[in-house]
């Protein structure tokens, strides 16, 4: 018998992901990675009827889901490899963090300071072997497990702070949102030893410094 739903959600998916290539996205390891894993499963259920829209969605703690085309960008940004070890700060609904372990990650620690996003989306992404959440502040500079191939950075900040270079393995790769004169851009670190070398504008969050717990 032909599922009548995962038609739909299939026809929706592939919509969302051709509405995304209309705005000059090409990245095809990206784009199918976003056709892959639904937005709408980390999108709070007030919101999910928007989820396959190119906009932001508010979530719990005052925190925000990127909208899909930044996300698309940023990844893309990444290059991320096979088997590669990422470290994700800032991990908001786990739709990213579950996007990076489509793409091949050997291994995502996904830090996030909010305690009540942090439990909810390790329950998401409990299945995935590969992916730890921890509640953490990704801007204090005491990070665990430091060596990673990659760093994507859900937020902005107004200069890269050096732990997260000391981070960074050679040949390592950061994308962030670099703040810088009152407007912010999407920001790549092409070695830890490199300046930033600046992207396309970008509306993201900045990244607030301590943990809280939301209950």
Partial sequence: MINLGSLEAAAGNAAFVMALRGRGLR???VLRAMEQVPREAFAPPRHRDHARRDIGLPLPCGASMTAPSTVAVMLALLRLEAGQRVL???TGSGYVT?????????AVLSLERYATLAADAAARLAALSEVHVV????????????GFDRILVQGSVD????????????GGRLVT?????GRCRIATLATPEAEPELGPPTRLGALV???ARVL
């Fill in 88 to 90: 994700e700060i800032g």
């Fill in 27 to 29: 990245d095809t390891a």
């Fill in 98 to 106: 579950a996007l990076l372990a489509r793409l091949g990650a050997g």
């Fill in 177 to 181: 949102g670099l703040t810088q004169g």
């Fill in 209 to 211: 410094p301590g943990l």
């Fill in 135 to 146: 509640w953490a502040d990704g801007l204090a500079p005491e990070l665990p497990d430091g």
């Fill in 159 to 170: 200069a890269i702070p050096p732990h997260w270079r000391a981070a960074l393995e050679p």
